[in-house]
Each structure stands twice: as C-alpha cells, then as structure tokens.
C-alpha cells in the first residue's frame, strides 16, 4: 500500500483507562504480543509514512514514547487530559498543514490499514468535512448510535449523517439503530480548525468531545458523512480486562487462520499462542499448547511439538523442536533437533543438524554442523565445533564471580560424560576428554585429556564399617 503524503493521522493515546483498573498506561496493555498502540501505529505506517503519524499523549507520556519511539511516529502533549476535542486542539499547530487528517484511537487495535485506506478514499470522493467510521456491531449496547439521511432510494443507504445519539439520549425507536460511531474519524482540516473552538463541555465529565464536531459542522452548513467497517470487530475498543483479553483472542485466532490458510498446519489453534508478527512457512506442523512471541520465524518443514515457548528466534527448515523446550532471542539452522525439555538461551546460535537434548541449557554458545550434546549439559559462552560430541553432565564454567569467559571446543571433539570445562579454555580439534575430568588448561588438537583424582579401592572397608556399627547399635 502505498504510503499517503497528503494527509497527517493523529492518534488519540493520552487517557488512563481508568476502568482498567491498572497502572500501567491503557494503550500500553498488550495483545497478540505488543501494546495496543503499536497495532494502531503498524496499521497507520501502511497508509502514511510514520513522520506523517502524530500520537498525542498525556497519562505516562514519557513511558508511552519509550514504548513505540521505535516506530518513528511524532509526539504530542496533552499535559491535561480534557478529552478528544482538547486532544486535537493540543496537535493543531503541528497538523494544520495537512489538507486531510485521519483521527484515529490508540486502544483500538484490530484496525487494518486496508479499512483506513479506504475510509480515506471514500472522504475524499464524497468531498466531506467529517467522515465517520461505522459498524454494526451484535449488540450496539453502550455506544453512539449513527442517524442517517433518509435514503433517496430503497436500495441505496443515504451517506449523510444526521446526528450521532449518544446511548443516553437516545429517543424511543432510536434504541433500534445498530449502526455506532466508532470515534474513529477523517477530516477537512480548514473547517475543522474553522469551528474547533465551538467544543464546549457541556457535559457531565466538563471534557470536549470530537464526537460533538459532526453537529457543530453540520450547523455550518458542512458535509458530514459516515461509511461502515466491513468487520465489526476492527472498531471494538477494551475497558476492562476481560474485553482486553477477549480482543486478543480474536486477533491471535485470526493469525492462526492466515497461518493455516498458507499451508501451516495448527493442531487445536485454540490452544496455542501465536503472536501478531510470527511468520511461520507452509508444511511445518504445530502441536497443541505451543507458543511462538515476538518476531519469531520458522522455515517450511518443521515440527514444533507440544508445550513448548519459541520467543524472537529464527528456525530454519526441517527442525523438530521436541516437547517442552524454551528458546529465547536465538537461531537454530536446518535440520537440527531440540529437545525435549531444552532451554536455548539468548545468543544461542545452533548450528545445522546439531542435536541439543534433554535437559540441555545453552547461552551465548555457537554450535557447529552436527555437533550434538543430548543429555544434561550446560554449554554457555562457547563455540564447539562440528561434529563435536559433548557428554551428559558436561559444564562450561563461564563466570569467574566478575567476568565471563568464553570455551572454544574445536572440530571432532569428544568431551566425556561429567566433565567441567574451566574458562577460559580452548580444546583443539580432535581432542579427547576423559568422563569426570576437571579441564583447567588447554588441550591440543589429538591430545586425550584426563584431570581427575586417582581412584583408590580398599578391600572390605564397607564390610568392616557396617560390622563397627552393628556392634554398637544391635537392635533390629
């Protein structure tokens, strides 16, 4: 889609959300994996270029920039929250320029940049001062209802707004309407900034309503005018948490049916979390109860098994994760195998058809083409080679009590069951490390390394041991 230029999107995140019951700002709540501001701003950039998108804050301005001051957007303070029709008031020096605004809410976060877009080009066609965005939800309870012109024909709806009714004012019939405001707006810039200053707070929370604008435009004579969201449920906003997690599990659903309409296939997709930005190739397969967050990517061919969490990291193709693993901000290569119960800690890098096991932890640990460590081993600040083979209970002691130090295992090493490898230290290619060792010093390429105490055997102690205690003790 190509970006906009001529219009400026303005949105609407300065409030507290009050009835969230929460510290934490309302649009910094996440769902599908990210703050519901960041939705808004992602579907924004598909419709203008995020120096064109101006986000007005207020409550936790400074936490709410941190949060999406990544994006690039541009930052608007409302140090008193006094409402919507304040908040425009607070961006009109920095967006009267444009010949079009797009007011849009920063906890509303199913938007699609396609439902903008084209709610942009029908405002412009209809050369309206004010186009509201509708919809028609199930149950229409609680919101401003939309009262259009009466059609000039049967069968074609009239996109003239009379008035919008809040649900309190509501005459008899008018109760009937299923149409609602969404508080999602497109304006002409020269007569709203004409009549903004006829906001007045004329009601009970003594705020300044944008809502209150389709009135005041159409008292002067302007085109107000209304086009309906073809899905419901891309205006519905969330007050409580409940309606927060409801809203989440509509979008993570929606991604599990784009996943499995490009060749994904999810076993029960109710059961599995899938953040907004996980990209996953056609032929993997995806058992119940897994998680994929973040950014994370997976190749074709994979098989992610049940109960395991994959948070920002790249798989390849032909990767079976096996049950119970954790991986975190790593990257594993074709045709490795992981798990179960394996922990890929940050900066793992697992190399092609590597083998990480049971119970196996890395951190910051490069693994070469078929180096394989499947039991009980802690591998951290370390580069093994390929072909290496690290035994069960092997440790890299990394961490001196100040500092970390890296292990560099070479190609085609053997590293004994229960060895602890002390950092630094290398083991050059081709070097052999007894089961039990404690390696303190280099091992050079070929060379067998044994370091552990010389094993002393005393015949008939044990049974001269339990004798003494029995004659002391000889109750049964």
């Known amino acids: 889609m190509k970006p906009n230029l001529s219009l400026a999107v303005v949105i609407l995140a ?15 709540h996440e769902i599908g994996g ?5 939705h808004v701003i992602a579907a924004a950039s598909r419709v203008v270029a995020p120096e064109h998108i101006y986000v007005v804050v207020g409550h936790q301005a400074e936490r709410v920039r941190a949060a999406v001051a990544s994006t690039g957007v541009q930052f608007v303070e409302q140090t008193e929250q006094r409402g919507t029709g304040h ?26 940049a396609e439902t903008i877009e084209r709610m942009s080009r029908f405002h412009q066609a209809e050369h309206a001062a004010m186009t509201i965005l509708t919809a028609r939800p199930e149950d229409p309870t609680g919101y401003g209802r939309i009262v259009r012109r009466a059609p000039v024909s049967p069968e074609a709806a ?15 019939g008018q109760e009937k309407i299923g149409e609602i405001n969404s508080g999602i707006y497109a304006f002409l810039s020269a007569p709203l900034f004409a009549h903004l200053h006829e906001l007045a707070a004329s009601n009970a929370h003594g705020e300044l309503y944008l809502t209150d604008m389709a009135g005041i435009l159409r008292a002067a004579g302007e085109r107000v005018v209304a086009i309906k969201a073809e899905n419901a449920a891309e205006v519905l906003g969330a007050n409580t948490i409940a309606e927060l997690v409801a809203l989440d599990a509509t979008m993570r659903a929606a991604t599990a049916q784009r996943l499995m309409a490009a060749g994904v296939t999810i076993f029960r997709p109710e059961t599995c979390v899938i953040d907004a930005e996980v990209e996953v190739a056609p032929d993997t397969v995806i058992e119940p109860f897994v998680q994929l967050r973040g950014k994370t990517r997976v190749g074709s061919d994979c098989l992610i098994r049940s109960y395991t969490v994959i948070e920002n990291c790249a798989l390849g193709t032909d990767v079976l994760v096996r049950q119970g693993c954790v991986l975190a901000d ?21 190399g092609e058809s590597v083998h990480v096991g049971n119970f196996v932890e890395t951190k910051q640990a490069r693994l070469g083409k078929g180096a394989k460590a499947n039991h009980l081993a802690y591998l951290g600040d370390a580069e093994i080679g390929e072909g290496a083979n690290v035994g069960a209970g092997v440790i890299t002691c990394n961490y001196d009590g100040v500092h970390k130090h890296r292990t560099r295992i070479g190609k085609g090493v053997f590293v004994g069951s229960d060895s602890t490898l002390v950092a630094p230290i290398t083991l050059e290619d081709g070097a052999y490390v007894g089961a ?33 205690r029995e004659a002391k003790d000889p109750s049964p």
């Open 330 to 350: 790593s990257t594993v290569a074709d045709g490795a195998r992981i798990g179960p119960f394996a922990h890929l800690r940050p900066g793992s890098e697992i």
């Open 158 to 172: 009239s996109p003239e707004v009379e008035a919008i009714v809040e649900q309190k004012s509501l005459a008899p």
């Open 87 to 112: 908040a425009i008031q607070c961006a009109r020096q920095v967006v009267a320029g444009y010949p079009s605004l797009l007011v849009l809410s920063g906890d509303v976060p199913l938007i699609h």
């Open 34 to 38: 990210k703050p519901l501001l960041a």
């Open 436 to 468: 039990g060792s404690c390696i303190t010093k280099d091992v050079p390429a070929g060379a067998l390394a044994v370091g552990r105490a010389r094993q002393i055997t005393k015949p008939g102690w044990a049974t001269a041991r339990r004798a003494r």
């Open 14 to 28: 300065a409030g507290k959300g009050t009835r969230l019951k929460s510290k934490r700002p309302k649009v910094l």
